[in-house]
């Protein structure tokens, strides 16, 4: 398994959301970025497809910004 | 989706006298968690890609619509419009069970959704003085719940190989935990507009199958 760049993480992010990438730096609030909550799902069932890597509710505990968000997808990348 | 029966009820109620503001309510109610689900499920049925949960998924988004065209509808009947209300149980659904986050966790609340959806109508079924208008609102709309509960129960025995048969019976454990504090919340927070419902008696409610 290839483990995706910060870079092409936060590229799909902002794909997903529909927002310039320049607007995702890493220490962007997510909540911020994110109209309302099933908006946050929609991303994280894109990011999961677009990755190949699966999330759980777990995993995003304590994620709140943009660099936390790609730790986490870089992360499940190396282990799925 | 709320309603056990008040206490205070009055048995003599007729199901042809004019709705009360109570009633009125909790069928806004019902009309506005069927918006919601819609919306959810739209909202997933446009991010999903090609499969057959995206295809199964769009016809409960679609269903579900229409569920709150038939409570729409069945309020016009009644001679009233819907109560506007901005929350929903689902809004305090996520709020206690957590946003899902992959399919399998949005099949699992679903589930559990689904069956106390269920529930609640057959609840209401059961009432005295149901009006024809509603028995036949809640009778359509019981069949497509059924549907959902077979279609997402299968799905979700579908994924055990990817996600693991002990994950999935945790997560529909913790929703079903979430599912039973945020009904009797719900209960508790709106008790005052739960006295029109009658129940019947134990010997009349033995009766109705």
Known sequence: MTIPSADQVRLAMATALGVSE????ADADLAELVSDSYRLVEMAIELQDDFDVILSQADLNGVTTVGDLVEVIRTR???D | MIGEPGPDADPQASTTAPLGDDERW?????????INGSLFFGRLARTLRPSPIQHDLTRHFADEALHAWYWTDCLDRLGTRPVKLSDAYQDQYLEAAGLPVNLMEIMAITLVFERRVI?????????????????????RIMADERCHVAWVKEALEGMHDKF???????????YRQADR????????????????????PDDEKGSRT
Do not use: C, W
């Open chain 1, 22 to 25: 320049k607007r995702m730096p």
């Open chain 1, 77 to 79: 990348s190396a282990q």
């Open chain 2, 26 to 34: 909790v069928l806004s109610y019902y009309r506005t968690s069927e």
């Open chain 2, 119 to 139: 529930n609640q109508y057959a609840k209401h079924l059961a009432l005295l003085g149901v009006r024809p208008e509603v028995r036949d609102t809640i009778d």
């Open chain 2, 164 to 174: 693991g048969a002990a994950t999935v019976a945790e997560t529909l454990q913790r």
């Open chain 2, 181 to 200: 504090e945020v009904y009797a919340r719900t209960l508790a927070e709106h008790e005052d507009r739960l006295r029109f419902l009658h129940p019947p």
